[in-house]
């Protein structure tokens, strides 16, 4: 029936249609700002680095110190480079904060193959203190069994 109701049908010239337009690019997503930056003190005892934001006490630094406060998540960057470890640092610190984690472990390593000098654990806490620290609560050199100083634990602000 279909067949026979289209018998006389002639198909329309190709110069007379009207082409879409193609679809506009879609945006690229956009990575989230940091928060402003806001100041720590910086406290150095026994080859130990500790950071708090105000209104953090001597206490809760020292627990988590101590290891008590168990990561939530960890961040490795043995083996990345300088300008990787930066932009892997900040996602990771972004995700947390999104996710609500308290505390997160950033495996650094403590340089021990980089002629003497520990380039990705000076980055991360320069980071940390600088660029980042608005979403630091408070960090502090790993406990021995979670890497001593080449890690660092992080309370991220909520």
């Given at each position: 029936?279909?067949?026979?109701?289209?018998?006389g049908a002639v198909p329309l010239d190709g110069r007379d249609r009207v082409r879409k337009p193609p679809a506009p690019p879609k945006p690229l997503p956009r990575e989230p700002e940091l928060p402003p930056t806001s100041a720590l003190t910086v406290e150095r005892e026994d080859g130990m680095v500790t950071a708090r934001g105000a209104g953090v006490?001597?206490?809760?630094?020292?627990?988590?110190?101590?290891?008590?406060?168990?990561?939530e998540a960890t961040l490795d960057l043995h083996g990345t480079t300088s300008a990787d470890a930066e932009p892997?640092?900040?996602?990771?610190?972004?995700?947390?904060?999104?996710?609500?984690?308290?505390?997160v472990l950033i495996v650094h390593g403590r340089g021990l193959h980089s002629d003497g000098a520990a380039v990705?654990?000076?980055?991360?806490?320069?980071?940390l203190v600088?660029?980042?620290?608005?979403?630091?609560h408070s960090l502090s050199t790993a406990h021995v069994r979670d890497g001593g100083d080449g890690a660092t634990y992080v309370m991220v602000r909520a």
């Open positions: 029936m279909f067949l026979e109701a289209i018998s006490s001597r206490a809760q630094v020292a627990e988590l110190r101590s290891g008590r406060i168990r990561p892997a640092l900040r996602r990771f610190l972004l995700e947390s904060a999104r996710l609500r984690r308290r505390c990705l654990r000076d980055l991360v806490r320069h980071a600088g660029p980042m620290s608005g979403l630091v």
